[in-house]
């Protein structure tokens, strides 16, 4: 195991070397002839503590207990903290007398450029990840992501001209789509399937939690004289233990396997490293049944035929076709049921009912993230008990009933400002346990491993897109047909979304990613 002993594949001289294939079909590995599909399967060892958590052996690349599912999550946390310090940074930067420069009278599209040139990023990073990340890996695109966000957030805080500002927004939310694209697939091709739902939606909860820490730092800085310039700069730190995490972390062994199968190196010695990559990334508890693990899933990636590199034109044929009809579809309802304009009528809301602490935008903003938090929190521990379809149809239902009350409120219940804040509040809470950490979860879980990378980039480009069209679309139609309309329009479209999760989502809870191929695609 001498020469298995490096952070990544790429090191090992026979990784990509050979071109021939590896020499053994789905019959042919060490004997074992009988798919496991649908058999009986060893039973996945984990450590949920070792999953999580950081030891007192820190960056030792020997130690089986190093930092696991936090660093790819980190990638979530500095998205969310971009969606927070932005809504006070845009406050900031137009005052006369804190925003620190001379070129703070900005018209209406300039503030617009700041606060979207993250997310026009994001749709760059998502369309490089169509051709990059399976070359790359899931491993190295997270570094790349890193240090998109550390040249994005340096940048964005130096900036000495508008020009330049936008230009650091832009590259930080490419940081924003390589991670939102590559940080779900790296946990789901490392976790146990008993808890992968788990860890995935944990960075989900990463999210939510950046933006609260983006809130609360944006709060404390608004008035302070350039305070704008801080809170970009605050992701500094957090972007760079983000891709010294990376560096030291493991590559995916299933990554590591298909790269074996497709004859891309020594099937024997890329083996033995996806063993002692699955060692270090579940800790103690998989140190005798790593070899076990590896080898059924290298004869499962092998009876499902991995063994092809993807086309373009499979990505819309056959399992993959079927595999963006439900993660393209989950995360295009996702948006189009309305939840950046929820969000929006936020602080008028709150100051509507009265509530005078939360007058301020910023502080309602804080007071929505913590609900956000805590209804995230929920979901991250029920999600492998309950299963997916479960908080989906639970949690669409909410936001059906919260989008109804929402447009009675706009057109009938003007005068019973309480109506609103319950929609407000029943909306958060339920697209909270549903489609906010679900949708990235079966977008990691439901396209055939060959193929995820590129399946995955498309679905992560439809889910900024329709971000991006629904902000845009918002404020027009608000104009010609007025809020209450549009509410019960998206209302309408939520209740489409929960024809298409009832006979179209399938339920992925406790299969491995291999079982998920064969039986649901």
């Not at 070129?103 to 990023?121: E, F, K, P």
């Not at 789901?188 to 983006?214: D, H, Y």
């Not at 760079?240 to 099937?267: E, F, N, T, Y």
Request: aromatic residues 10%.
């Amino acid at each position: 195991m001498a020469s298995t002993t490096t952070s990544d594949p790429e090191h090992h001289h026979h990784t990509f070397s050979s071109i021939g294939k590896a020499g053994k079909s789905s019959g042919e590995i060490e004997g074992m002839d009988i798919p496991l599909i649908n058999g009986s399967r060893h039973s996945e060892s984990y450590s949920v503590v070792a999953a999580i958590l950081p030891c007192d052996e820190c960056f030792d690349d020997e130690s089986v207990n190093d930092h696991r599912f936090l660093f790819p999550a980190f990638g979530g946390l500095l998205y969310g903290f971009d969606i927070g310090a932005t809504s006070s940074a845009t406050i900031n930067i137009k005052s006369p007398t804190s925003s620190g420069v001379s070129w703070y009278d900005l018209s209406s599209i300039q503030v617009g450029l700041i606060t979207s040139g993250s997310l026009y990023g994001a749709l760059i990073g998502s369309i490089l990840a169509f051709n990059v990340a399976d070359f790359l890996g899931r491993r190295r695109e997270l570094m790349v992501s890193a240090a998109s966000y550390i040249i994005g957030a340096l940048v964005t805080t130096l900036a000495p001209s508008f020009a330049i500002m936008v230009i650091g927004r832009f590259i930080y939310g490419v940081g924003i789509g390589l991670a939102m694209h590559a940080a779900p697939m790296y946990i789901a091709e490392t976790a146990a399937s008993q808890i992968r739902g788990r860890l995935i939606s944990l960075k989900e909860f990463f999210i939510v939690m950046g933006m609260v820490l983006g809130y609360l730092i944006g709060s404390l800085l608004v008035d302070v004289n350039a305070g704008w310039r801080y809170m970009y700069g605050s992701a500094f730190p957090f972007a760079v233990v983000m891709g010294i995490g990376m560096w030291w972390l493991p590559a995916s062994p299933r990554w590591i396997l298909l790269k074996a199968i497709q004859g891309k190196g020594d099937l024997q010695d890329l083996r033995e490293y996806a063993i002692h990559c699955l060692r270090r990334l579940r800790g103690e508890a998989i140190s005798n049944s790593a070899p076990q693990e590896v080898q059924e899933i290298l004869v499962e990636l092998s009876y499902i035929s991995e063994e092809n590199e993807a086309t373009l034109g499979e990505m819309f044929q056959g399992k993959c076709l079927k595999a963006l009809i439900v993660g393209g579809g989950l995360v295009l309802f996702q948006q189009i049921t309305g939840q950046p304009s929820v969000l929006y009528y936020a602080a008028s809301i709150f100051q509507t009912a009265g509530f005078s602490a939360a007058s301020d935008a910023t502080r309602a903003s804080i007071l929505l993230g913590l609900l956000k938090l805590i209804m995230t929190g929920v979901a991250v521990m029920v999600v492998d008990k309950l299963g997916r379809r479960p908080l989906l149809l639970g949690g669409v239902s909410g936001i059906v009933v919260a989008l109804f009350l929402m447009g009675s409120f706009y057109t009938y219940l003007g005068n019973v400002p309480v109506v609103a804040v319950v929609a407000l509040l029943l909306y958060v809470g339920c697209y909270q346990i549903s489609f906010g950490p679900i949708g990235w979860l079966l977008i990691s879980e439901i396209f055939p491993l060959r193929l995820r990378g590129r399946g995955l980039s498309i679905a992560v480009l439809i889910n900024f897109g329709a971000n991006a069209l629904v902000t845009f679309a918002f404020s027009p139609l608000q104009d010609l047909l007025g809020a209450g309309v549009v509410f019960f329009i998206f209302g309408g479209i939520a209740v489409l979304a929960l024809v298409f999760i009832f006979f179209i989502i399938p339920e992925t809870k406790g299969l491995t990613l291999e079982e998920i191929e064969a039986k649901l695609l």
